[in-house]
């Protein structure tokens, strides 16, 4: 990182915290009426936790029409789980069958992804609170109405905070992806830093790479999701400039990515020579800017871009000017064309950072196409599909989320019969009494910590270890120390607030608020006994032993997955150089026939080629993703290493590469022949067909300037089926009818 910004300021101004806020405020909100007001301690209790469970759906960042159809979802589902739970409560046979069973239920929503994910464990959640007090069927339906109403609460009073806020929530998503921005952009500097070890800084590159893909798709969907209308008004106006920041944050991130040096060549060709460190330079400025943008658009404020990049600019071009006197553009053609485009890059990139410093100071009135514009940009939204399919075909022991539910069904059964022992067994009534029926939190522990995949499930119960530590250390400080009710009452409201913010920042912090939370409410309710704090930790400790263990149950290594992950990323690597020639074609028919503004065929294919860039930097931050989990699960477990981290390093490459071509081919009426056989043969290789690359790759004039992109993505791709060679047989990728030959 870096930004002058420090993380803390960056959280306090996310979106992470602002939905913090708002969650806790939805969810303690009604527990407080009911209790404050009307004195009903356990109605606020059972009103909190259906309004908890909906909150779960209301994730800070995401799109509002899903969140209010996924808490419309949490809602209904959990109140009737809520029932079904209640009801089985006071009958052993009931309650052993019901709860296994609602656990694999759940736990198979996972195959709709993250949303799915969400509404399971919310419904799994209110399914473990609900059973920790056998209740008579009368108790049961004013339980559930309760919980209902909680719940319905919380649901309106999102859609409403929603409908207010709305420009808030946007700029605060958005100043995310940029303050990723610009520590992509940072570790981008470090490659022009001789002395920083280049396989650190690729490694570095590429986590921020997914962290910056995952964080502009939040932005994505926020931004596009609230287009302009075509009218003056003034949200209008909010939203335009929004979105005419967004559009310039990707194009910056884009031209970024459209480029993958062979630095360790440029580091030898020019180990002394001031030019990569100017580059180096006014990269880190830029990342500077940058921050200070993202934090002015999360406080509303206007910016003025400070730190000039014009010194590094004229001693770069100072520097090339001297290169050229040497001689360079005689003896290596190539490096030179590299170095100018190195110069353009960086000279665009500041251009494009004023230009987004000027979005922040005026009102930019909407496009005139409004409706065009938008039908467009609709494109590049994710969609979430909730078909029935989807969950029938993977209701078989080859799927990945059919096994997750079962070891989840297997470890509520195990977790159930401990706490069954722990109930019966005469040590533990004679030390701790209160330690008896709490196989709820056992089995709450294991729903939190156990995910799909083995490295994620083991991960987490590291995290949630340290964070329940902490709390219970910090709470025993805490009642030792403080006797005021309102101290705790405030406290708590804190810890709520940290506990739902900091969850996808920081697990084990959140852990820690959240651990702190819940004993602060027993420490309400039950004054002055500590035991608590106790029993909790050993339930945690219990719960966590028995999530590792059950992990290693039908387990889904992420080997399994990594090849059909490698495949996609092929695909889209494939279509995103299919769709790159198609827009070249495009434009060069365009040109021939005359047409000067910008006619539908290329418009379309513009967009096609966009969203087919998006689709690439998904593909590939999934890939990372899973073979960063593989890496963390035991060695015997991994398998082709080197071939998948080969594999990862070149479709970055290739990505790369295609990005910087194609613009380059748009502004040529035609290619030479050198050029369009490598094209061809880069096609060939990414579907699984022999070729033979060009022996020589014309350079002459401006044809420098793309002989080694073309050089890298042939190399890239030959690499690439190579190593898919030794994974798994692969059927071929069919050639796309859209496809156009790229010949001139």
Known sequence: MTSTTSQLQRFFYSHYFFGGLRQSVGVLLPAFILWGIFGWVAGGFVAAVGAGCVAILDQ??????????????????????????????????????????????????TVYGKHGGLLGFACLLIMTLTMRIPMAPADVWQHTLTSFLGGAFYLVYSAIAHRVLWHREEQQALSVALFATADYIAARACFYDVHLDLEDSYRQLVHHQSATTDAHQVARDMVLRE?????????????????????????????????????ATLRHALPDNDFLLFARDALIKLANNIGG??????????????????????????????????????????????????????????????????????????????????????????????????????????????????RVAVAAMVAMAIGLVMGHASIVRTLDPGMAGHSYWIILTVLIIMKPGFALTRQRNGWRLMGTLLG????????????????????????????????????????????????????????????????????????????????????????QNLDALARTLQTANLEFLRSGLDYVQ???????????????????????????????????????????????????RQRHVPVLNRLLIQHHTLASQIAAVIPHLARMDGEPKGIAQAIETTLDLLQDRDATPPNVIETEGDLASIAYPLRQMTKAARIIREDMSELEPTPSLAPSPQHHAATG
């Open 227 to 263: 287009l302009p209308r075509g009218t003056r008004s003034r949200g209008d106006r909010l939203r335009q400039g929004l979105l005419n920041l967004f559009v310039d944050m990707v194009g910056l991130l884009d031209s970024m990515v459209a480029t993958h040096t062979d630095y």
């Open 472 to 559: 219970c250390g910090f709470a025993l400080i805490l009642f030792a120390l403080v006797e005021n009710q309102a101290i705790f009452l405030f406290i708590l409201v804190i810890c709520s607030i940290l506990g739902y913010a900091l969850v996808q920042v920081n697990f084990t912090l959140s852990a820690l608020a959240n651990t702190m939370m819940v004993l602060l409410v027993f420490h309400l309710l039950i004054p002055g006994s500590n035991a608590v704090v106790g029993e909790r930790l050993i339930d945690t400790l219990i719960g966590s032993a028995l999530a590792l263990a059950c992990s290693y149950l039908l387990p889904a290594w992420e080997r």
């Open 60 to 109: 800070p960042g995401g799109p509002r029409r899903y969140g209010i159809n996924g808490m419309v979802a949490a809602l209904c589902l959990s109140s009737l789980t809520t029932a079904i739970t209640g009801l089985a409560s006071s009958y052993a046979l009931a309650i052993w069958l019901t709860v296994p069973a609602l656990c694999f239920a759940f736990s198979m929503l």
């Open 293 to 406: 943008l993202a934090l002015n658009v999360a406080r509303n404020r206007h910016t003025q871009v400070r730190n000039s990049v014009k010194a590094e600019l004229r001693a770069m071009e100072f520097e090339l000017q001297q290169l050229r006197e040497s001689g360079l553009t005689q003896s290596n053609p190539e490096l030179y064309a590299l170095l100018v485009q190195v110069l353009r890059r960086i000279r665009n990139m500041t251009n494009r950072v004023d230009r987004m410093a000027e979005h922040t100071q005026s009102q930019v009135l909407p496009v005139a196409d409004t409706a065009r514009e938008n039908k467009t940009l609709d494109r590049f939204l994710t969609r979430q599909k909730w078909r029935w399919d989807v969950l029938a075909r993977n209701l078989n022991m080859q799927s990945v989320h059919f096994r997750y539910a079962l």
């Open 586 to 636: 495009a434009q060069r028919a365009a040109r021939s026939s005359g047409t000067a503004p910008a006619n539908d065929t290329q418009t379309e294919a513009q967009v096609n080629w966009n969203v087919a860039r998006k689709n690439v930097h998904l593909a590939f931050s999934n890939y990372t993703a899973a073979f960063h989990r593989m890496m963390d699960e035991p060695a015997r």
